[in-house]
């Protein structure tokens, strides 16, 4: 059974930091980019971040860019997004995501992305 479970969203002043993790079995993690996704109220779902699977090289939104990091530690089969100076635009559900093809090069594109997660909620108070 393919699982990502996403954990450590909750509320957090402006400012703040969470971390998010993203904890996966079933499938053969070391082969797959891992991508964030979130989805605010009232809006698309966007691509925040992902990681390759051939050599962890990263991808941010602009949005993003400077206060998140991602990584991955594939002893643990486990992916994190530390998020730092977290704004109250940040507010969403965030899920996280495999895609086989980002094998070497991974995108935002929800598109390409075989498995998901159920999400975890992060919200940013002003």
């Known amino acids: 059974e393919v699982q990502l479970q996403a954990s450590g969203g909750g509320l957090v002043q402006a400012g703040g930091s969470l971390r998010l993790s993203c904890a996966a079995s079933g499938f053969a993690f070391d082969d797959y980019g891992i991508g964030w996704f979130r989805q605010a109220p009232g809006k698309e779902r966007e691509g925040v971040s992902c990681?390759?699977?051939?050599?962890?090289?990263?991808y941010y939104e602009d949005s993003v860019k400077g206060r998140f990091t991602i990584s991955r530690d594939n002893a643990k089969n486990t992916v994190y997004l530390q998020m730092n100076s977290l704004k109250p635009e940040d507010t969403a559900v965030y899920y996280c995501a495999a895609a086989s093809i980002a094998y070497y090069y991974c995108s935002g594109d929800e598109g390409i992305y075989d498995y998901w997660g159920q999400g975890t909620l992060v919200t940013v108070s002003s």
């Open positions: 990681t390759t699977a051939s050599d962890g090289s990263t």
